[in-house]
């Protein structure tokens, strides 16, 4: 994606984390989408809900987010976790902007918080504030690079590192999303038979890992 300088990028993740993580991505704009910056009629973009949770690293580039069901924006300039949503939100940048992305698959954010995702429902958290072992010191590391590739290392050693230890349960769900997710339609009952679950420890594990 190019307009105007602005450059999206997506990559994709170590073999080794193909589990945990859908794909990196970075967007690099040297102008923001002020008004004052824009040829086009409209200065905002549109972000749909697609289900993940995501890690955001942003370099103190102030931009403003709206949810379209509540109208009122808000205005992050931090590095941040953006839970799963059930709404669109327009976003627009308003200062030169370089960020990181990383979208996660299902599970992964609680192995990084021990938090159950389903906490993180249609917020956006500073990262600061979970005190995740390591990650203050990624994101002054990230920094300090100056160019992609080398981001791209730092981020799968990281997370090659970070997710090493699988929390209880997790083996058990990644199974049960691989069945899941080529099928249109699986009942709880399936489920149960197939993998021997009970359906309220089904109902747990999802709450606390999936959202």
Known sequence: MKQQGLQYQV???ANTLKVWVKYYWSLS??????PENLTGSTNHDL?????????IFNWGAAYERTPLHSGK???????CIV???NHS?????????????????????FQLTSIPEVHFKNQVVDIHELKIEGLDQLEATLY?????TTALQLLNGFFNKTFNERKPGFSLLNEVLSYIQPQQHVDLKT?????????KKLERLFSEQVG
């Open 11 to 13: 990559f994709k993740p």
């Open 29 to 34: 704009d040297p102008l923001g989408t002020k």
């Open 47 to 55: 972000v749909i809900p697609d289900g993940s949770t995501e890690l």
């Open 73 to 79: 924006a808000e205005i992050l300039t931090q590095s």
């Open 83 to 85: 839970g799963q949503r």
């Open 89 to 109: 939100v327009l976003a627009r940048r308003l200062a030169p902007t370089r960020l990181v992305g990383i979208k996660f698959k299902p599970g992964a954010l």
């Open 144 to 148: 300090k690079c100056t160019d992609l």
């Open 191 to 199: 489920l149960h038979g197939r993998f021997d679950i009970h359906t």
